[in-house]
């Protein structure tokens, strides 16, 4: 029988040994296995952080924990040059020795993750292992089991709510020495994850954007706030070099101001939560907002009747990017792309550079969904 508490005012569940005993044969029959805080292969910076996990459920290769870590996030609504800025330093890195940590949101995290898939990559679940989110993320999620490491610290049949992705947050920068944000509009998840990293005394690394595209909008705003600048994998190894040979330093108080205003922060207390099988509410499924994205009023279609045009023009953004980067991550047929830029070319909307390089033109009446 399940045995009750009381702490901090409220009732908690002791799990009965039965079903400690059910739960652990179901994760051995699912192929992953527990680690348990105080255990030789749990994660040592992990230990390090502040109230950290008791317990893991992993699926994958463990030996990944001893190796160095660095955690690469940002917008699921990701510009083409911040999709190929993501895939090149997680490379880079990888051939470091560094692993990369993400969270298998759509852009900047699975790029990120399918660029160090050869090398090394932890993808760490807002729900249970057996609760892939997003859903199109499936046989990605099974690559990298297969290749890198899953990791969560919910029970296998958890279904992720609004309150889990922070959660997250906090176990994809404590993995790392140090976080990178790509891209994340002001009110972003990945501002989250870059004020845990700071808060458990990680380094936190932004990439500069432009100031007329508002999926660079959060990152400039780190960089006013002290995050450490990154053009390349360089700066992020020089950075990290005295880390790697002094050890981790006490945890910071880096961008304490940071509110989100949208979604509650983890709180212990939730650890503690005694409901009935979560349910997803509609609206805090996502872990960060839709970031505002350049959109032409005849592009402005539907997301789930996407055709190649949005899909371009989604891609595109003040920066300039390389025909053949957008041609790969659109994965439109070469002869559509080059109608498309024609047509978006004739429209003034887009501006060629030199290098076969495109932009999109920044106008007021361009600018949103």
């Not at 609504?77 to 759509?106: C, H, K, M, P, Y």
């Not at 057996?130 to 049949?157: F, Q, T, W």
């Not at 994850?193 to 990439?207: H, L």
Request: net charge negative; proline share 7%; charged share 25%.
């Amino acid at each position: 029988m399940p045995h009750l508490a009381k702490q901090g005012g409220r009732t908690i569940r002791v799990a009965a040994r039965e079903d400690c005993e059910r739960e652990m044969e179901a994760i051995q029959k699912f192929g992953a296995r527990l680690l348990c805080l105080g255990e030789d292969d749990y994660p040592k910076s992990l230990r390090a952080i502040d109230a950290p996990p008791p317990v893991l459920c992993v699926l994958g290769n463990v030996s990944l924990f001893a190796r160095p870590a660095v955690s690469i996030v940002g917008s699921r609504n990701a510009s083409a040059a911040g999709l190929a800025f993501t895939e090149r330093v997680a490379a880079e890195l990888g051939a470091q020795d560094v692993v990369i940590i993400s969270g298998l949101a759509r852009g900047i995290d699975a790029r990120a993750h399918r660029a160090s898939l050869n090398t090394g990559t932890v993808a760490v679940l807002a729900g249970g292992l057996d609760r892939i989110y997003p859903n199109e993320h499936e046989d990605l999620a099974r690559a990298i089991s297969e290749r890198g490491c899953l990791v969560s610290e919910m029970p296998l049949g958890w279904e992720p709510r609004g309150r889990d992705f922070p959660r997250r947050n906090r176990l994809v920068s404590g993995l790392a020495l140090g976080t990178l944000v790509v891209e994340a509009a002001r009110r972003s998840g990945s501002l989250i994850t870059a004020r845990f990293a700071g808060e458990q005394g990680r380094e936190v690394f932004a990439v500069p954007g432009s100031p007329l595209d508002p999926r660079a909008e959060g990152t400039n705003d780190l960089l006013r706030e002290g995050a450490i600048i990154c053009t390349t994998s360089s700066d992020i190894l020089e950075a990290l070099a005295p880390i790697l040979r002094d050890g981790l330093p006490e945890p910071g108080t880096l961008f304490e101001t940071f509110n989100d205003p949208v979604e509650p922060l983890w709180d212990e207390l939730d650890l503690l939560d005694t409901s009935p099988t979560p349910v997803t509410l509609a609206g805090h499924e996502m872990d960060e907002p839709e970031p505002v994205a350049f959109i032409s009023p005849v592009a402005r279609v539907a997301h789930a009747d996407m055709d190649w045009r949005a899909r371009i023009v989604d891609l595109l953004g003040p920066s300039p990017v390389s025909v053949d980067d957008l041609a790969r991550l659109s994965e439109a047929p070469l002869a559509q792309l080059r109608v498309t830029l024609f047509e978006l070319e004739l429209e003034g909307l887009i501006e060629r550079h030199g290098g076969a390089l495109v932009s999109l033109i920044t106008r007021p009446d361009h600018s949103a969904r």
